[in-house]
């Protein structure tokens, strides 16, 4: 579903990314770790085209992002993201937060886009909250509104880049737990976490990455085990 092949990335004259290759195929779950600076988030951000690459070739359904008419916005409502920070609409509430996406991008009817968030707050467990503001909500509830508000697109990729590093440690679980059970339903996700628990029980396979390289690719099982 997703190919890089011989990705490098510069920030200027620093080369944050060496010639990295990894395939994602539909429904799996891949990790991405590795010592803080190593590339990881720079990685996930080149997926959905949210930073450019000088070298190498990252193809979505076998299209290269870079091909001649691929745009941005449409790669990037098929590929949803969720960061470290929510960065919701704080005017907006929990409820306008899933629909406005949809009405103003997908030409959903406020009814269907209602139904549709409402559906996806009960799956994040927030059916309770729908008529709050973010600000009322805690951090790990906000999260879940963020993921919930990225599936309200029908994204096919789910990206997540630390998703619960800015959490309190009490609400760290909770949004793996949404986490866990969208990779049940199937849900082809690359995520960049330290939460190794979570890598061991929920990914298929853990890549590794030190100073810009992907140094392993390998299952999870063996990833975890003993050399
Ligand atoms: P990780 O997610 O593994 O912590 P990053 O992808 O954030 O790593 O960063 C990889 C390297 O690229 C780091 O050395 C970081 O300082 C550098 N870097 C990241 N973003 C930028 C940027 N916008 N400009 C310059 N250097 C950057
Ligand atoms: P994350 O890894 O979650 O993206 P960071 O704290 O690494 O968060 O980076 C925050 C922002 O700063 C990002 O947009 C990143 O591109 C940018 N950044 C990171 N490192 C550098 C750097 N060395 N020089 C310039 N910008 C950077």
Redesign the pocket.
């Known amino acids: 579903m997703i190919e890089l092949k011989n990705v490098s990335k510069w920030?200027?004259d620093?080369q944050?990314l060496h010639d990295c290759s990894v395939q994602v195929e539909k429904g799996e779950v891949v990790i991405f770790c590795?010592p803080?600076?190593?590339?990881?988030?720079?990685?996930i951000k080149l997926i959905n085209g949210l930073e450019s690459f000088e070298k190498g070739d990252i193809l979505f359904q076998g299209q290269s992002i870079k091909a001649a008419g691929v745009k941005l916005p449409a790669l990037r409502r098929r590929i949803g993201m969720v960061f470290q920070h929510f960065e919701l609409f704080p005017h907006l509430t929990v409820l306008e937060n899933l629909t406005i996406a949809q009405i103003k991008v997908l030409r959903r009817s406020g009814a269907d886009a209602e139904g549709k968030a409402l559906s996806l707050l009960d799956r994040v467990g927030l059916t309770a909250h729908a008529r709050k503001y973010p600000s009322q909500l805690s951090g790990g509830q906000q999260q879940r509104v963020a993921i919930a508000r990225s599936l309200s697109m029908d994204p096919e990729v789910m990206l997540f880049d630390e998703p619960t590093s800015a959490l309190d440690p009490e609400m760290i679980n909770e949004v793996l737990t949404v986490m866990a059970e969208l990779a049940c339903d199937g849900m082809t996700m690359l995520c960049?976490t330290h939460e190794m628990g979570f890598a061991r029980q929920v990914a298929d396979r853990v890549v590794f990455?030190d100073a810009?390289s992907i140094v392993e690719i390998s299952p999870t099982d063996e990833f975890f085990s003993a050399p």
């Open positions: 920030y200027q620093f944050a590795g803080s600076g190593s590339g990881k988030s720079t990685l960049v990455m810009g």
